[in-house]
């Protein structure tokens, strides 16, 4: 299984929005792009999975262009409880691959 | 529900020794897998199971054993804790819906060996 690509950490100001790009070159055709979010002393939590266009739920959006190589997270209005690491990642529920993630620090 | 539980949450083991970390979940779910994590490293897999009786080797399976008899239960053995086995022990369930990557995770071990 392949792993993704993210920038290593982000820097953000509570309400802004933040956008996180994977890079995902090799995915397979039957593989959906799904992230996690992990704060310290704590295992991951799911946020969203999509497999192509755009999905959105009551956490995030995930924004997935046609060609599939790429995919973005979007964090509306980050407060700073959302300082965390997010993983973008590929495979099936049981078989995660994980990459470093993203380190991401909200400040006030 | 409690979800996945772990336990225990804290262990020192000295080089050796084996254990057992203990993995249980109360959502029916017939997937589960054992995840390990190194300070400021994303997680790799060790072993995971698709179902009772069914396991398989991950990203990381040397030194680690599973077993998985019931749908509630997988425990990992270390058969003989190796400082290369400190770390932070993460153990995950997860549903057969189609198509669906979400995966429940405990609260994790964390694991020092001297």
């Known amino acids: 299984l392949a792993k993704t690509t993210q920038p290593i950490s982000m820097d953000s100001y509570e309400g802004q929005e933040v956008n996180i790009t994977c890079s995902h070159n090799?995915?397979?055709?039957?593989?959906?792009i799904t992230w996690y979010q992990q704060f310290p002393s704590q295992g991951p939590r799911f946020i969203i999975q999509g497999y192509k266009t755009k999905v959105t739920n009551e956490v995030a959006s995930l924004f997935i262009p046609a060609d599939r190589k790429s995919s973005t997270l979007s964090l509306p209005r980050v407060s700073l409880s959302d300082t965390a690491v997010y993983y973008c990642l590929m495979g099936s529920s049981y078989k995660l691959i994980f990459g470093s993630g993203t380190r991401l620090l909200v400040r006030p | 529900n409690a979800g996945v539980t772990q336990t225990p949450k804290f262990q020192v083991l000295k080089t050796g020794q084996s254990m057992t970390l203990q993995c249980a979940q109360d959502?029916?779910?017939?997937?589960m897998s054992w995840y390990r994590q190194d300070p400021g490293m994303g997680l790799r897999l060790i072993h995971y199971s698709v179902g009772a009786g069914i396991t398989d080797q991950g990203e990381v399976p040397n030194g680690y054993n599973v077993s998985r008899s019931t749908t509630e239960d997988f425990p990992l053995r270390l058969l003989s804790a190796a400082p290369s086995q400190t770390s932070v022990y993460f153990c995950?369930?997860?549903?057969?819906?189609?198509?669906?990557?979400?995966?429940?995770f405990g609260q994790g071990t964390r694991l020092t060996v001297v």
């Open positions: 995950a369930s997860s549903g057969t819906g189609v198509h669906s990557t979400e995966a429940f």
């Open positions: 959502m029916n779910h017939e997937y």
């Open positions: 090799n995915i397979a055709t039957n593989d959906y």
